[in-house]
């Protein structure tokens, strides 16, 4: 059983920065696939970055990549997303996700495959 625990979103204007993180109750190095996802109101989950298992190879969207950094610390058992020239279209609540399986980073999650999922912060982006 894992818990992850999203923190750091809020409000910020056009250009800003955010940094999120998620901590996970146990150590999720090694033995799952994490990610992040966001979902904004009327719209499907999308995943937007996966990190492979026990390494920081990553994986970033094409609508968030050279903006957004997916990495972890593995001694605090913690991932973070760092948002760079945040946009109004990247409002939305973001999810941190643990999948059971070992991953090498090559694709975004889906959904699907989440095994836990964090209770989401929220990110507004003012323009």
């Known amino acids: 059983q894992v818990q992850l625990v999203e923190s750091g979103g809020g409000s910020v204007q056009t250009g800003g920065s955010l940094r999120l993180s998620c901590i996970a109750s146990?150590?999720?190095?090694?033995?799952?696939?994490m990610g992040w996802f966001r979902q904004a109101p009327g719209k499907e989950r999308e995943g937007l970055a996966t990190?492979?298992?026990?390494?920081?190879?990553?994986y970033h969207a094409d609508s968030v990549k050279g903006r957004f950094t997916i990495s972890r610390d593995s001694a605090k058992n913690t991932l973070y997303l760092q948002m760079n020239s945040l946009k109004p279209e990247d409002s939305a609540m973001y999810y941190c996700?643990?999948?059971?399986?070992?991953?090498?980073?090559?694709?975004?999650?889906?959904?699907?495959?989440?095994?836990?999922w964090g209770q989401g912060t929220q990110v507004n982006v003012s323009s």
């Open positions: 996700a643990a999948a059971s399986f070992y991953c090498f980073a090559i694709r975004t999650l889906v959904p699907s495959e989440i095994s836990y």
């Open positions: 146990g150590s999720t190095n090694g033995r799952y696939c």
């Open positions: 990190i492979a298992t026990g390494s920081s190879s990553s």
